[in-house]
């Protein structure tokens, strides 16, 4: 069978794909993927055959980003989700997408749900197509309202087509009841690169494994949102591995506490067996790594659906969630100075009370007990 993957840039989107690319292998399949740019070395790193189509139009793209930095949640995503990702980004991808279907005829499309180009050009083709979360199924059915008139310019009658189309999701259904009416769970087996543990492995203390991926490391914000929060855990009885992301550079965080190491990247896998918990803004990908890891987490929530996965778990009992910011500040939250002393208590809490510990690792049995990747490929491709 073939199958034909597609995603936007954003490695946060792109990963929750990589599953289902050794899936693919396992069951002797051919793979090809349609991605931008940005991801032009994660597809070749994977040995994937791909075409790289346009990036979305970069000037566009920046005022995008600007204008909802500096509005409230809900008028932000309706802008990024009908703008960004419906509109620039479907226009960007949808001519390679159909030009990749022309050459590899898939049986499958298999796509990030804000890959719209991929759900457009197999519904034109009749191609069988599903699409693979990113976040909650809640947001992510919620998004479908605020990008159908957008699509709409591109196929007439897309919002029905998204709706009905089958829906693979990692988190577990007691955390995340989806309204997808085609749902389907897999938990992620995709072996972690196997990284040498640094210094941040030993020594006393609990590990915080402290990250806000791959996104918040390039906002204006970043610097002052890592020292902020390794101020709230200096002076702890704990060891703290940093990872900053790729676009951020270490050295501008200047001298840190001993107890403290700063990385640009690590493979979170291979992090979560030394650690104790997790303190980050609730990303989707590391939210449901630690889960699966049966770590508690301390959220910072600061934009996209970060507060969403935050709400989730706090209500399951496996963590704490600090709202940081301003409330009357638009858009993207910024920590503040006056937000550390409230985070330094949530991490002591966490540490020192063991129903959260408890709760995640109830999570991450529900996690273990699900479906594999290669067991959604086989329904899929059996329909």
């Known amino acids: 069978m073939r199958l034909l993957l597609c995603s936007t840039?954003?490695?946060?989107?792109?990963n929750p794909l990589v599953p289902f690319i050794e899936a693919a292998r396992e069951r002797g399949?051919?793979?090809?993927?349609?991605?931008?740019?940005?991801?032009?070395?994660?597809?070749?790193?994977l040995g994937v055959e791909h075409y790289l189509?346009?990036?979305?139009?970069?000037?566009?793209?920046?005022?995008?980003w600007r204008r909802a930095a500096r509005l409230p949640h809900a008028q932000a995503a309706r802008l990024l989700d009908g703008e960004f990702f419906g509109r620039l980004s479907t226009e960007a991808m949808l001519g390679t997408v159909e030009?990749?279907?022309?050459?590899?005829?898939?049986?499958l499309?298999?796509?990030?749900?804000?890959?719209?180009?991929?759900?457009?050009?197999a519904h034109r083709r009749s191609i069988d197509h599903a699409q693979v979360a990113i976040s909650t199924a809640r947001t992510e059915w919620s998004v479908i309202r605020l990008v159908a008139s957008t699509l709409d310019d591109f196929e007439d009658g897309m919002e029905p087509v998204l709706r009905?189309?089958?829906?693979?999701?990692?988190?577990?259904?007691s955390l995340d009841p989806s309204p997808f009416p085609r749902t389907l769970r897999y938990r992620d087996n995709t072996v972690p690169e196997v990284v040498r543990p640094g210094p941040w492995a030993d020594g006393s203390g609990p590990l915080i494994y402290l990250t806000f991926g791959s996104v918040a490391g390039g906002l204006?914000?970043?610097?002052?949102?890592?020292q902020r929060v390794i101020d709230a855990v200096t002076g702890l009885d704990v060891r703290v591995l940093v990872t900053t992301g790729k676009g951020f550079n270490p050295r501008l965080l200047g001298p840190v506490p001993p107890n403290v190491t700063v990385q640009s990247w690590v493979p979170q896998a291979s992090v979560f067996p030394f650690a104790s918990m997790v303190l980050c803004h609730g990303g989707s990908g590391t939210t449901y790594g630690a889960l699966a890891a049966g770590l508690p987490i301390v959220f910072v929530p600061?934009?996209?659906?970060?507060?969403?996965?935050?709400?989730?778990?706090?209500?399951a009992g496996a963590g704490v969630v600090v709202d940081v910011g301003s409330k009357s500040e638009p858009g993207f939250r910024a920590i503040e100075s006056s937000d550390v002393a409230r985070i330094r208590a949530a991490v002591i809490e966490v540490l020192a009370r063991s129903s959260y510990a408890l709760a995640a690792q109830v999570i991450a049995e529900e996690i273990s007990s699900t479906g594999s990747a290669r067991d959604c490929l086989d329904e899929l491709f059996t329909r």
């Open 99 to 107: 030009a990749a279907c022309e050459k590899f005829q898939p049986d």
């Open 220 to 226: 204006d914000t970043a610097q002052s949102a890592f």
């Open 29 to 45: 399949d051919e793979i090809f993927a349609v991605v931008p740019p940005s991801l032009a070395k994660d597809v070749e790193e």
């Open 302 to 315: 600061m934009f996209a659906d970060q507060r969403t996965n935050a709400q989730l778990i706090t209500v």
């Open 164 to 173: 009905r189309t089958r829906y693979l999701s990692r988190l577990p259904t």
């Open 53 to 64: 189509s346009d990036p979305p139009d970069p000037t566009k793209s920046k005022d995008l």
């Open 109 to 121: 499309v298999l796509r990030e749900p804000c890959a719209y180009a991929g759900a457009v050009a």
């Open 9 to 14: 840039g954003l490695a946060g989107h792109f």
